[in-house]
T-cell receptor, first 112, second 109 residues
Framework: EAQVTQNPRYLITVTGKKLTVTCSQN?????MSWYRQDPGLGLRQIYY???????DKGDVPEGYKVSRKEKRNFPLILESPSPNQTSLYFC???????????FGPGTRLTVL | GIQVEQSPPDLILQEGANSTLRCNFS?????LQWFHQNPWGQLINLFY???GTKQNGRLSATTVATERYSLLYISSSQTTDSGVYFC???????????FGSGTRLSIRP
């Protein structure tokens, strides 16, 4: 099965302190994306990337940045985190040709 | 708009019971996946099932694309089946998958 890793798995930080959550995959998949999961709101897509240097906004991109300089890595960057970004974050890859989506283990972020 | 409805929202069963979870979707789909989110938060891929029936051990899934629904069957439930089950279709008109709100399943020993 596709392997997606995220780091850190847990993070507590303070408002305004820049942070990066890393995501990497070992299967050369082109499509990668980031989601956040919040109680009552389900899973919402933040950003996605169709390939190297190709990224696009999802449903809730405000306050986040991403980059895709190489195929295996897709970091999520919070330049100035705020408490409303406290959430459970998932990185995902999409596997061709079935289009099956696989998720990383999740990163639980708390912004104080 | 595009909708995904899952039912029931909550289900509490005794160990050993069988259950059927339903997912209704509002448009034609290119694919549909079922996921299990365990109590530790991990999202586990159960089935990729745009149509037809698949089985994997005690779990099976059926999608009737023409009638716009999918069913997930869990037989002989175990406590490790507890968690939230999500249906996630990818509509022909969209590039991303849409998640339903989930069914929270609790299996009592």
């Amino acid at each position: 099965e596709a392997q997606v890793t995220q780091n850190p798995r847990y993070l507590i930080t303070v408002t305004g302190k820049k942070l990066t959550v890393t995501c990497s995959q070992n299967m050369n998949h082109e499509y990668m994306s980031w989601y956040r999961q919040d109680p009552g709101l389900g899973l919402r897509q933040i950003y996605y990337s169709m390939n190297v240097e190709v990224t696009d906004k999802g449903d809730v991109p405000e306050g986040y940045k991403v980059s895709r300089k190489e195929k295996r890595n897709f970091p999520l960057i919070l330049e100035s985190p705020s408490p409303n970004q406290t959430s459970l974050y998932f990185c995902a890859i999409r596997r061709v040709p079935t289009d099956t989506q696989y998720f990383g283990p999740g990163t639980r972020l708390t912004v104080l | 708009g595009i909708q995904v409805e899952q039912s029931p929202p909550d289900l509490i069963l005794q160990e050993g019971a069988n259950s059927t979870l339903r997912c209704n979707f509002s448009d034609s789909v290119n694919n549909l996946q079922w996921f299990h989110q365990n109590p530790w938060g991990q999202l586990i891929n159960l089935f990729y099932i745009p149509s037809g029936t698949k089985q994997n051990g005690r779990l099976s899934a059926t999608t009737v694309a023409t009638e716009r629904y999918s069913l997930l069957y869990i037989s002989s439930s175990q406590t490790t089946d507890s968690g939230v089950y999500f249906c996630a279709p990818r509509y022909s008109s969209a590039s991303k998958i849409i998640f339903g709100s989930g069914t929270r399943l609790s299996i009592r020993p």
